[in-house]
């Protein structure tokens, strides 16, 4: 009975997703401490039109660690612009949207601590990461995979290209 109650709150909750047209968001990062930038940043709506894809260069180079689990290299950022450079445009997309995010508390931690980090503001939103109220931010459950790439495959949503294709062609 509990497992038949849990199905239909999801399913209700994602038909509200489906109804508010929430954005999903999703990042990959240079880390997971309190030093970490996000490196890519991608939000699609619930029609599947992809409205932010983007690498992101951090202020200092991508651990390998880091790199070795979601593929981004210093030399695919190079050109990429900076947070400061993207800032803007993501903080208008998301005001008063609901954004559904699958790791909301670490999504939203680095999305607010690299703003900080340039100076700038992260969307009121995301800087109440830990609050549960928070309007704008809802959670998801754990999918197979957590990459911005991987969430727009499991939708079927085109994208760009992949990584491994864009630096096969650098």
Do not use: K
């Amino acid at each position: 009975m509990r497992d038949r109650a849990a199905a239909v709150a999801a399913v209700e909750r994602a038909r509200a997703w489906i109804a508010a047209n929430a954005l999903i968001l999703d990042t990959e990062t240079t880390g997971l401490d309190d030093d970490a930038e996000v490196v890519e940043l991608a939000v699609i709506d619930c029609a599947g039109t992809v409205l932010l894809d983007t690498l992101v260069r951090p202020s200092g180079p991508v651990p390998a660690e880091a790199a070795a689990i979601h593929g981004i290299t210093d030399a695919m950022l190079a050109d990429a612009p900076t947070w400061s450079e993207i800032h803007d445009r993501f903080c208008d997309l998301v005001e008063g949207r609901q954004v559904v995010i699958y790791s909301r508390e670490f999504d939203a931690r680095v999305i607010s601590q690299t703003a900080r980090r340039y100076g700038l503001q992260a969307p009121q939103c995301f800087d109440l990461a830990s609050d549960d109220s928070a309007p704008c931010i809802a959670r998801c459950r754990p999918m197979p995979s957590s990459t911005a790439s991987g969430a727009r495959r499991r939708g079927g949503i085109a994208g760009r290209s992949s990584r491994r294709q864009r630096s096969s062609r650098a």
